[in-house]
């Protein structure tokens, strides 16, 4: 198979022979380099080599460029190769038009010219681009079929599991689908059996267990070992923050997740205000990237598997998995996040997993082309999932209970939603109920101000409100407050004293519960900032904590 091509085009031939020969010393022996001129000689390249079915993985362009805009070319190029990775040449002159193709999405990147030393200054961003078109192409080549009804909840529940882990795959509806039905066939199955999961090597799976599936894909789904230093359950950000520091610092660290590393951050469509990433990020990208970091300093991740029990033998930390399995540590994190909260509406139980959904991923705006969608919530996973939506859907409709999305949402998201034609915002709007046989139909909705009820025709309902944390199962280990959120730090100290049971002479440190020697991170905690950014900050500031903790433990022996 031919090496996919990098294809550069910049209108001075000075600038072209050092980006070529810096280019070609860095990775010739993988990519192909093809350099052009004129923004048309190239897009007559592209024609050509598209035709011929030939592979891109990176555009790079000057941003001003004499017969066309860089970003003017970019668009042609990437409805030519929607997966290539798109980098404009910039000059600080160029910085209106650089932030102009961000804000609309034109570009993955951009690198300043001159770019000398390309050790610093073109490499590393291109490394980690080419890394993630490579990681691309490779896993869509192979993918798992995913077979069954469109409106099973355990077809939406598998589905939603492999896209958080990061594994392609193929819907095949019975709705719509004749290769579904064809598959079926070949296999000696019935719809009897659906959802079922085939693999690339012909294998399949009946309507599996996450666990069952986990294993097929091989993730690693059991610890190695009984014991750790530190044991992390939950690997959102916070959670992947503190392994990756808790590793990276020489501590035998184990995460523990339920259902997919990122948590509800994961499912982000695009996250554009996270410091370092001008050009934003998917939560998923931002997971991936955590989870090799983590695994690179050696920290363990295991999932699916969900912690039931926390119990204390002295020193030690204990943690029961609902496989039976008992593992014990010095320290314990508990970064186990929250979800969204559920709406109690009539007729909603029924329909959950059948139109009705609580987050979506990304995979399940291409099962809405060409539909019309409702998102409930006003805050900014509500706005991003909108507006990734939007891409997809017809019309994409937010009831927003609120009577403006300014006093949740992220100002970049209002104003990008405002300027998607698709989407539609009723403000000081609630659902009230949800109608449907075999799945969603309709939705009814009140305007809280006129009255006013609406019944609106309806097949997908998303829904991106509030949050409860995973704590039901530690309320007799640590202290929460009413709504299930961890207290930690200074908020357990009551007019100079401690908590009830806490024997150390010393009050608790910042993010521990009152439990010594087990700290709360992320969303979960009482008091915490709900973005990814303090929730990261939380996570890696643990750790020096549970370095705190360890020493005094050590002393006190």
Known sequence: MPKPTIVVVDDSP?????????????????????????????????QQMNVQNELVAAFLVDAQMPEMQGSDFLKVARALYPKAKCILLTTYEDSRATIQAINTSLIDYYIMKPWEPPEIH????????????????????????????????????????????????????????????????????????????????????IRPSLVQLAE?????????????????IGSGPAGLAAGVYGASEGLHTLLIEQEASG??????????????????????????????????????????????????????????????TELRCHVLVLACGVSYRRLDVSGIEHLTGKGVYYGGSITEAMACIDENVY???????????????????????MLVRADSLAKDMSRYLIDQIASTNNIEVKTSTRVIAVQGKQHLESITI????????????????????????????????????EKGFIVTGSDLVHEGQVPKGWLLNREPFHLETSVPGTFAVGDVRHGSVKRIAASVGEGSMAVMFVHRYLENSALRA
């Open 446 to 481: 009140i305007n809280d101000i006129t009255q006013e009820g609406q019944t609106l025709p309806a097949t997908a309902l998303f829904i991106y409100i509030g949050a409860e944390p995973h704590t039901s199962w530690l309320k007799s280990v640590v202290q929460m407050d």
């Open 375 to 397: 998102i409930v919530g006003g805050a900014n996973s509500a706005g991003q999932a909108a507006i990734y939506f939007a891409k997809y859907a017809r019309h994409v409709t």
């Open 263 to 324: 948590g509800q951050a994961g499912t982000s469509s695009r996250i554009e205000n996270y410091l370092g990433f001008p050009t934003g990020l998917s939560g998923n990208d931002l997971a991936c990237r955590a989870v090799i970091q983590a695994k690179r300093f050696g920290a363990e991740i295991i999932t699916p598997q969900k912690a039931t029990k926390v119990r204390l033998d002295g020193q030690y930390r204990c943690v029961e998995l609902s496989d039976g």
């Open 216 to 232: 097929k894909i091989h993730l690693k789904t059991h610890a190695e070992q009984p014991f750790y230093d530190l044991i992390i």
């Open 14 to 46: 000075t600038v072209l022979h050092q980006l070529e020969h810096d280019l070609q010393r860095k990775y010739r022996d993988r990519f192909r380099i093809f350099e052009a001129t004129s923004c048309q000689q190239a897009i007559n390249q592209l």
């Open 122 to 205: 073109l490499y590393p961003a291109l490394d980690d681009l080419l890394a993630d078109w490579q990681a691309f192409y490779e896993t869509s080549l192979i993918q798992l079929r995913l077979v069954g009804h469109r409106w099973s909840p355990q077809m939406h529940e598998i589905g939603d599991f492999l896209a958080r882990n990061r594994i392609p795959y193929q819907w095949l509806y019975i709705e719509n689908s004749s290769e579904a039905n064809q598959v079926l066939a070949q296999l000696n199955l019935s719809q009897k059996n659906l959802p079922v999961v085939v693999c690339p090597d012909g294998s399949y799976l």
